[in-house]
């Protein structure tokens, strides 16, 4: 590609429109418009042109969604529009696995290989796509079928794999998640108006005793799609309660409940918050990591799906407390039915006034933004993920400076994952004094575990930590065997883990299972992301 402005084939009308969708039109001929006599003598810039490169990552879906790939006409009005110098929009074009700068037919198939589909059935699946589309990543072309696959890591589905997501783009844009992928399934998936997204997870004790249930407590019981469903079953009173102690009294009861981050370093969330909130510099701003790509996880997927205005109650207490007005919730692109779920309540919140300038009347301001990831492991990294949200390469960042002091836009930022925030109004309702003596001493709360499709009861499981795994997935009688037959569980989960490899699982063999009960901090179980093993452990 030659990295200069001024291509020889500008971008087309539809990609043009693609990016007006995100920016509105072109105001002057500077920016790509049409180009009138005043552009002669003035030149707008400055600060309002820097403004623009975090729309970066919108805009390149836009394109990708619209035209299939991301032509050098669509880049160089792209970098004409944010002001942004090829070299570097180029940069971040080809760092995400989603995006495409080379042409590429309308639907790619990604099929996941990773260890919960490997046990089941994911290799036979890409030997169909082999037999039916040819190698993986072949032309297109050359099929018949203007369709490519390619073999993809977990897509976070493993309750239900094997999985595939099929990439549409087009007008009528779509993601289709398949899960178990079906031969069948396949071909009105392959339709330009492919059927609606993934079918409602499972979760196994939505149906049974519920009483363990804190974090899954609504899921299956409510209609997600529905804020007077979630406000019928307390929501939002976690959120006055909040404001009614103030951000002090939220972060002592936090530092109460003892409460540690879920997202691999399992630093106190309490200790985090005060440091953005007592922080003099602003704005503050105040993140959700969605990105969950940990291959086996899937807990803060259902969760959003399953109740997504959870999350919002819970960033916006976070927002309040944090002393920041605007919010965002990062989720990976592999997850469009929880990023449209999203999406919709907060247009709900925003409607009824649980989100914008004076949040249920209360005299706060906050918003939240729901930015789409495009296929990148270490854009959970949080570093990483704010670069992202910057629209640059998600690349981590040194530490420190660590983002409480200097984070998103090099302003103070807290950052926390999904399943810490659903702890918050959990907290708040019973109190942070209480939430320590839930789980062991070291390892407060219920934890969602996620089980593969392969044992008895696949889905997240929300059981007290210091418990046995006996119990969990219902009662080692696995499909294959329990955790037995799984062959057995993976270690770690956390950080460990996915630092050396997003590949690597290491797992421990059944005969090295015990059932006594395991601290949260164990190595075992420092994410609680229980995975089936590979064939070759059976
Ligand atoms: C390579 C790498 C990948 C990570 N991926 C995720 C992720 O997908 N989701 C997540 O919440 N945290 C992830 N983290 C941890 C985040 O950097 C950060 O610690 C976390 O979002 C903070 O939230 P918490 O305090 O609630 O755990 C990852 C860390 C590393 C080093
Ligand atoms: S979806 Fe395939 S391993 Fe998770």
Same mark, same amino acid.
């Given at each position: 590609?030659?990295?200069?402005?001024?291509?020889?084939?500008?971008?087309?009308?539809?990609?043009?429109?693609?990016?007006?969708?995100?920016?509105?039109?072109?105001?002057?001929?500077?920016?790509?418009?049409?180009?009138?006599?005043?552009?002669?003598?003035?030149?707008?810039?400055?600060?309002?042109?820097?403004?623009?490169?975090?729309?970066?990552?919108?805009?390149?879906?836009?394109?990708?969604?619209?035209?299939?790939?991301?032509?050098?006409?669509?880049?160089?009005?792209?970098?004409?529009?944010?002001?942004?110098?090829?070299?570097?929009?180029?940069?971040?074009?080809?760092?995400?696995?989603?995006?495409?700068?080379?042409?590429?037919?309308?639907?790619?198939?990604?099929?996941?290989?990773?260890?919960?589909?490997?046990?089941?059935?994911?290799?036979?699946?890409?030997?169909?796509?082999?037999?039916?589309?040819?190698?993986?990543?072949?032309?297109?072309?050359?099929?018949?079928?203007?369709?490519?696959?390619?073999?993809?890591?977990?897509?976070?589905?493993?309750?239900?794999?094997?999985?595939?997501?099929?990439?549409?783009?087009?007008?009528?844009?779509?993601?289709?998640?398949?899960?178990?992928?079906?031969?069948?399934?396949?071909?009105?998936?392959?339709?330009?108006?492919?059927?609606?997204?993934?079918?409602?997870?499972?979760?196994?004790?939505?149906?049974?005793?519920?009483?363990?249930?804190?974090?899954?407590?609504?899921?299956?019981?409510?209609?997600?799609?529905?804020?007077?469903?979630?406000?019928?079953?307390?929501?939002?009173?976690?959120?006055?309660?909040?404001?009614?102690?103030?951000?002090?009294?939220?972060?002592?009861?936090?530092?109460?409940?003892?409460?540690?981050?879920?997202?691999?370093?399992?630093?106190?969330?309490?200790?985090?918050?005060?440091?953005?909130?007592?922080?003099?510099?602003?704005?503050?701003?105040?993140?959700?990591?969605?990105?969950?790509?940990?291959?086996?996880?899937?807990?803060?997927?259902?969760?959003?799906?399953?109740?997504?205005?959870?999350?919002?109650?819970?960033?916006?207490?976070?927002?309040?407390?944090?002393?920041?007005?605007?919010?965002?919730?990062?989720?990976?692109?592999?997850?469009?039915?929880?990023?449209?779920?999203?999406?919709?309540?907060?247009?709900?919140?925003?409607?009824?006034?649980?989100? +914008?300038?004076?949040?249920? &009347?209360? *005299?706060? @301001?906050?918003?939240?933004? /729901?930015? %789409? =990831?495009? #296929? !990148?492991?270490?854009?959970?990294?949080?570093?990483?993920?704010?670069?992202?949200?910057?629209?640059?390469?998600?690349?981590?960042?040194?530490?420190?400076?660590?983002?409480?002091?200097?984070?998103?836009?090099?302003?103070?930022?807290?950052?926390?994952?999904?399943?810490?925030?659903?702890?918050?109004?959990?907290?708040?309702?019973?109190?942070?004094?209480?939430?320590?003596?839930?789980?062991?001493?070291?390892?407060?709360?219920?934890?969602?575990?996620?089980?593969?499709?392969?044992?008895?009861?696949?889905?997240?499981?929300?059981?007290?930590?210091?418990?046995?795994?006996?119990?969990?997935?219902? +009662?080692?009688?696995?499909? &294959?065997? *329990?955790? @037995?037959?799984?062959?057995? /569980?993976? %270690? =770690?989960? #956390? !950080?460990?883990?996915?630092?050396?490899?997003?590949?690597?699982?290491?797992?421990?063999?059944?005969?090295?299972?015990?059932?006594?009960?395991?601290?949260?901090?164990?190595?075992?179980?420092?994410?609680?992301?229980?995975?089936?093993?590979?064939?070759?452990?059976?």
């Amino acid at each position: 590609m030659d990295l200069r402005l001024g291509v020889a084939a500008p971008a087309t009308g539809e990609e043009r429109a693609a990016v007006a969708s995100v920016l509105g039109p072109p105001g002057t001929g500077w920016e790509g418009g049409q180009r009138e006599a005043a552009d002669g003598h003035v030149a707008y810039g400055g600060h309002a042109a820097r403004a623009q490169p975090h729309l970066l990552l919108p805009v390149l879906h836009a394109v990708q969604e619209r035209a299939g790939w991301i032509s050098p006409g669509a880049l160089d009005h792209i970098c004409t529009r944010l002001t942004i110098p090829p070299a570097e929009a180029y940069g971040v074009a080809s760092f995400y696995a989603l995006f495409r700068t080379t042409p590429s037919p309308s639907t790619v198939i990604h099929v996941c290989d990773d260890l919960a589909c490997r046990v089941n059935g994911a290799e036979q699946v890409c030997e169909q796509m082999e037999r039916r589309f040819g190698a993986e990543g072949a032309d297109a072309a050359s099929n018949g079928a203007g369709v490519a696959w390619q073999r993809s890591p977990c897509l976070g589905q493993c309750d239900r794999g094997s999985a595939a997501m099929i990439q549409h783009a087009g007008a009528e844009p779509a993601r289709v998640v398949l899960a178990p992928v079906d031969p069948d399934q396949l071909r009105p998936a392959l339709s330009p108006m492919p059927p609606a997204g993934a079918a409602s997870p499972l979760v196994p004790q939505a149906a049974g005793d519920r009483s363990p249930l804190r974090l899954l407590r609504r899921v299956g019981q409510m209609d997600p799609g529905s804020l007077g469903s979630y406000r019928a079953m307390g929501g939002y009173e976690m959120l006055r309660r909040a404001v009614a102690a103030g951000p002090q009294g939220v972060i002592r009861e936090l530092k109460d409940a003892k409460l540690l981050g879920r997202g691999g370093a399992a630093f106190p969330t309490g200790v985090k918050w005060e440091a953005v909130a007592t922080n003099p510099v602003r704005p503050h701003y105040v993140i959700c990591n969605a990105d969950e790509s940990e291959p086996g996880t899937f807990k803060d997927r259902v969760l959003m799906e399953e109740d997504p205005y959870a999350l919002l109650e819970a960033l916006t207490i976070m927002g309040y407390t944090c002393g920041a007005e605007q919010g965002y919730i990062y989720i990976r692109g592999e997850y469009p039915l929880a990023e449209a779920r999203l999406r919709h309540a907060v247009g709900q919140a925003r409607s009824r006034g649980f989100l +914008g300038p004076d949040v249920m &009347g209360e *005299g706060f @301001a906050f918003d939240i933004e /729901v930015r %789409r =990831g495009a #296929g !990148a492991y270490i854009a959970g990294e949080e570093t990483a993920l704010v670069n992202s949200i910057e629209g640059k390469r998600a690349e981590p960042r040194n530490k420190p400076p660590f983002p409480a002091q200097s984070g998103l836009f090099g302003k103070p930022t807290a950052i926390n994952n999904v399943e810490t925030l659903l702890c918050v109004p959990e907290i708040l309702r019973i109190g942070g004094a209480a939430f320590p003596w839930i789980g062991t001493p070291t390892s407060p709360r219920t934890p969602p575990f996620c089980l593969p499709r392969r044992l008895y009861r696949p889905g997240p499981d929300g059981y007290q930590v210091g418990g046995t795994r006996r119990p969990v997935g219902g +009662g080692g009688r696995g499909a &294959g065997g *329990g955790w @037995a037959g799984a062959g057995g /569980v993976p %270690r =770690g989960g #956390g !950080a460990a883990v996915r630092r050396g490899c997003r590949r690597s699982s290491p797992v421990v063999p059944s005969s090295q299972q015990r059932s006594a009960p395991r601290p949260w901090a164990s190595a075992a179980v420092v994410k609680c992301r229980i995975r089936a093993a590979s064939p070759r452990l059976r």
